[in-house]
C-alpha cells in the first residue's frame, strides 16, 4: 500500500450537463474508469470513489469496484 491515497469525487447530480459525468467516454473507457486507473498508474492506494446516493450511485459504484477503487455513497 501507497502512503498516497487516490480520491474521485463521482458523486454529484451534473445537473447541467444532464447525464452523469463519471460515465462520459475517453479514449474508449468510461471518465471513472480513467481516473481510477490513473491513479493506480500514479501509485495511489488505496483508491477512493464517492459515489451518489441511489441507482446512479449503485451503477457508478459497481463501475468504480471493477476499475479497482473502493466507492463510498454521498449522501
Do not use: Q
Not at 473507457?29 to 501509485?43: P, Y
Not at 459497481?62 to 455513497?73: D, F, K, N, Q, T
Request: contains cysteine; proline residues 9%.
Amino acid at each position: 500500500m501507497s502512503d498516497i491515497a487516490g480520491i474521485v469525487l463521482a458523486g454529484g447530480r451534473s445537473a447541467r450537463m444532464g447525464e452523469p459525468k463519471p460515465l462520459l467516454r475517453v479514449g474508449g473507457t468510461t471518465f471513472l474508469e480513467r481516473a481510477v486507473r490513473v491513479l493506480a498508474d500514479g501509485g495511489c492506494a488505496p483508491i477512493v470513489a464517492v459515489v451518489p446516493p441511489g441507482e446512479r450511485g449503485k451503477r457508478l459504484a459497481s463501475l468504480a469496484e471493477r476499475a479497482g477503487a473502493r466507492a463510498i455513497p454521498n449522501p
